[in-house]
């Protein structure tokens, strides 16, 4: 049972690419969030699925796309690179919503 | 949507000692309460939650208290050990579709 599975760990991007950050749960969860990390900021959700072909904007949306074609799988889609978009980035999942959230390892981008 | 606000920001006590970090929220709908830790370049993990429908819940050295009239909620920490050391967040959600963070509490446990 390996949980929640992130990949890459760590990318550096260039103003203006884009890229896709993967997450892949094998719990058979049906909630699964996307955060970002900022020093001192805590998390803030970007988006999240409450199950296949549903998803919606978290707290901080923009620049952002993502898609939930499966249960395990919730692609994070960063179009149009920009600085501000620096971060550390985790995935997470639930079995139910007000239950506990089981995060990935993170993954640590860098905008030059 | 909901507010969580968090304190201290960084906190240092000597191992043996209580340590103290305080959450305040401002939608009262909000029904649950975690609280994470994670240590340094690590995942957050869960150590211990409470619903709205309980004031305090206890695990061992870590427990958690609610007041839902004040909308603030507690993380006690007793007998604090070097591998208490870390960042603590907080959190609010009132569905469980988004969960709301506190900016989280640097802990240094001083052997």
């Known amino acids: 049972n390996a949980g929640v599975t992130q990949t890459p760990k760590f990318r550096i991007l260039k103003i203006g690419q884009s890229m896709t950050l993967q997450c892949t749960q094998d719990?058979?969860?049906?909630?699964m969030y996307w955060y970002r990390q900022d020093p001192g900021m805590g998390l803030k959700l970007i988006y999240y699925?409450?199950?296949?072909?549903?998803?919606d904007k978290g707290e901080v949306p923009n620049g952002y796309n993502v898609s939930r074609s499966t249960t395990e799988d919730f692609p994070l889609r960063l179009e149009l690179a920009a600085p501000s978009q620096t971060s550390v980035y985790f995935c997470?999942?639930?079995?139910?919503?007000?239950?506990?959230?089981?995060f990935g390892e993170g993954s640590r981008l860098t905008v030059l | 949507g909901e507010n969580v606000e968090q304190h201290p920001s960084t906190l240092s006590v000597q191992e043996g000692d209580s340590a103290v970090i305080k959450c305040t929220y401002s939608?009262?709908?909000?029904?649950?309460f975690p609280w994470y830790k994670q240590e340094l370049g690590k995942r957050p993990q869960l150590i211990i939650d409470i619903r709205s429908n309980v004031g305090e819940k206890k695990d061992q050295r870590i427990a958690v208290t609610l007041n839902k009239t004040a909308k603030h909620f507690s993380l006690h920490i007793t007998e604090t050990q070097p591998e208490d050391s870390a960042v603590y967040f907080c959190?609010?959600?009132?569905?469980?579709?988004?969960?709301?963070f506190g900016t989280g509490t640097s802990l240094t446990v001083i052997p």
């Open positions: 699925s409450v199950g296949a072909g549903i998803t």
């Open positions: 719990m058979n969860h049906n909630y």
């Open positions: 959190a609010a959600s009132l569905t469980g579709n988004q969960f709301y």
């Open positions: 997470a999942s639930s079995t139910r919503g007000t239950g506990e959230l089981f």
């Open positions: 939608d009262s709908a909000s029904n649950y």
